[in-house]
């Protein structure tokens, strides 16, 4: 099977000679990581097993968010602390997409961008939200960062799950029908104004066309029903990185081959690309080291788990309790308890022989 691996060791170093000084670090970091993941360059442990005397070697993972082999059940346990946070009503999908001629910034400026859109949409939806007229309360909000579309192409925009609701502190308020919750395009030009107000403080303001500020800008909004689908759909972006091994097809000297579904078509086709075009493409959707694409406002907060323990209180007599947060060490904990290596020839549990240290006499290819 073509694995990422394959396509950054055979034309890694031609992308870094060609691009080698405009390449981002986080870029280089994923570019490596991704190569080294589960090779005796990270090290690994060595098990044997006693009934059959077979031998395994267990390599360790490189744990970057963008390899495809390393996200596997972080998607499933976010998931189920998510569906723990669902209210018994409603619930809407909100899409914030940024413009096309911004997307040439988002692209040198990620974190200032990503960040503004994440703060300018949340604030412009709690904004309309305490209006007396559409709502008037605080909402809750769950906001995932999306970059990439169906070919790898750049295609920055932000989905956040909605409850069909707000909070005034004392009582819930629905909206004014299942299938309202606020209007978009007042919704739109309140997101514009507030991203645009937050850009005026950078140097980078003067560069963008004053042709953005008056055109509309995309926003959507799709009721969902109880939520659960919605998060599901929220969850594979969460832990999914742009391209999985499994759409590969192919790898040449030349070019890379990957299947993709259209939109609104359940066939899947094929794309190639340049092997350099496809690297490009890949690393564009690598976020900047630290940055968070989950965030959570209102009274899904983390500072306010009180207010959403009243909320469920309110709108269910006898609401289930709310678990605590799983802290990343205790996730790490319970994955590892739930794996235990056996053999593949006979099933029965290996034994650790040997622990290996890292070779690092395998080169990267940056």
Sequence with gaps: MVTLADIFARHGAAYQ???????????????????????AALGGHVYTC?????TQYH????????????????????????QEMLLPVPHYLLTFTLPAPLRVLARSQQKL???????????????????????????????????????????????????????????WRYGRSRRFLLPVKALSSLFRAKFRDGL???????????AVWSQAWVVHCQPVGRGQRALRYLAAYVFRVALANWRLVAVTQESVTFRYRPSGSREWRLCT???LEFIRRFLQHVLPKGFVKVRYYGFFSPGQRRVLHQIVAWLAPSPPALSPPVTRQEAQNSSSLDWYPRCPHCGQPLRLVQKLKPNNLRAPPL
Excluded at 19 to 38: E, K, N, T
Excluded at 64 to 79: E, I, S, T
């Design 50 to 54: 006693d009934s059959c005397d077979h």
């Design 200 to 210: 005026k403080k950078h140097d980078c303001f003067a560069t963008i066309p004053a």
């Design 273 to 275: 690309l340049s092997a």
């Design 59 to 82: 390599y360790h993972s490189c744990r970057n968010r963008h390899c495809p082999q390393c996200q596997g059940d972080k998607a499933q346990q976010w998931l189920a602390r998510q």
């Design 17 to 39: 000679q060609q691009f080698g000084p405009q390449l981002l670090p986080s870029h280089r970091q994923a570019m490596r990581a991704i190569y080294q993941c589960r090779t």
């Design 113 to 171: 961008v990503y960040n503004l859109l994440f703060r300018a949409s949340a604030a412009a939806t709690q904004q309309l939200a305490q209006n007396p007229r559409w709502l008037g309360g605080t909402l809750g909000m769950v906001g995932v960062l999306h970059t990439w579309g169906r070919t790898l192409s750049y295609h920055p925009h932000v989905h956040y799950l909605v409850p069909a609701g707000a909070w005034d502190g004392q009582v």
